[in-house]
C-alpha cells in the first residue's frame, strides 16, 4: 500500500534558524496536503499542493511538490516559538499521514 | 465554516465497558467521515472511512466488531470501543469531508480529538 516517510523525525532550532521537513511517497500522488498539530491538539490544513513542481508560500511557509509528484517538502524561514508542532504531510482520498516531523524551537 | 466537534473530549474507563465517540460536523454536511488513532509521538493511522447510510470501510488490521462505527446522519457519525482493554487507549480523532470542498477535493477538517484512558 502507500507509504508516506518524512525526514527528519525530530528537528531542535535556534529561533530565528531555519527549518525544513521532507515528505517521500511510494506512488505518485494527485495531491499532497500538509498539517501542522500543536502539542495536545488536532491536525490543522495548512495547504493542497495538486501540480507538478508547484510552490507555495504562507507568510515564512514555503511548500513544495516535487516534479514527480512524489516528494515534497516545507521550509520555515527564521522559526518562532509559535512554529512548534508536528508537521504531517499527506497523501489524498483517505489522507494516509506521513510520519510527521516534530519541531521544537528553542528561544 | 468547516467546524468539526468531538465528544467527549477525553474519557476514563474500567476495562471490559464500552466507550462511544461522537463526532459532528456543525456548519456543513459531511457525506463521509474518517476515524484515526494516534499514539503518543506517533503519526495518525486511518481506522476507518465512514459514509453515510453505508457501512464503514475498515482498514487492516483494525477489527470491525471491536470499533463499531455508525454514520446515521450527514452531521454525525460515532465510534463505539467495545469491550476496552488498556492497550485501546489512545488519542482518537475524526475528520469529516465536504461533499463539494472549496479548498479541494480532498480537504478534510479535524475534531478535537477524544483522549481514551482505559483502566
Known amino acids: 500500500g502507500q507509504q508516506v516517510m518524512q525526514i527528519p523525525q525530530y528537528q531542535h532550532v535556534q529561533e530565528g534558524e531555519d527549518f525544513t521537513t521532507y515528505c517521500n511517497s511510494s506512488t505518485t500522488l494527485s495531491n499532497i496536503q500538509w498539517y501542522k498539530q500543536r502539542p495536545g491538539g488536532h491536525p490543522v490544513f495548512l495547504i493542497q499542493l495538486v501540480k507538478s513542481g508547484e510552490v507555495k508560500k504562507q507568510k515564512r511557509l514555503t511548500f513544495q511538490f516535487g516534479e514527480a509528484k512524489k516528494n515534497s517538502s516545507l521550509h520555515i524561514t527564521a522559526t518562532q516559538t509559535t512554529d512548534v508542532g508536528t508537521y504531517f504531510c499527506a497523501g489524498p482520498n483517505k489522507l494516509i499521514f506521513g510520519t510527521g516531523t516534530r519541531l521544537q524551537v528553542f528561544p | 465554516g468547516a467546524v468539526v466537534s468531538q465528544h467527549p473530549s477525553w474519557v476514563i474507563c474500567k476495562s471490559g465497558t464500552s466507550v462511544k465517540i461522537e463526532c459532528r460536523s456543525l456548519?456543513?454536511?459531511?457525506?463521509?467521515m474518517f476515524w484515526y488513532r494516534q499514539f503518543p509521538k506517533q503519526s495518525l493511522m486511518l481506522m476507518a472511512t465512514s459514509n453515510e447510510g453505508s457501512k464503514a470501510t475498515y482498514e487492516q488490521g483494525v477489527e470491525k466488531d471491536k470499533f463499531l462505527i455508525n454514520h446515521a446522519s450527514l452531521t454525525l457519525s460515532t465510534l463505539t470501543v467495545t469491550s476496552a482493554h488498556p492497550e485501546d487507549s489512545s488519542f482518537y480523532i475524526c475528520?469529516?469531508?465536504?461533499?463539494?470542498?472549496?479548498?479541494?477535493?480532498?480537504?478534510?477538517?479535524f475534531g478535537p480529538g477524544t483522549r481514551l484512558t482505559v483502566l
Open positions: 456548519d456543513f454536511q459531511a457525506t463521509t
Open positions: 475528520s469529516a469531508r465536504k461533499g463539494l470542498a472549496v479548498l479541494g477535493p480532498d480537504t478534510q477538517y
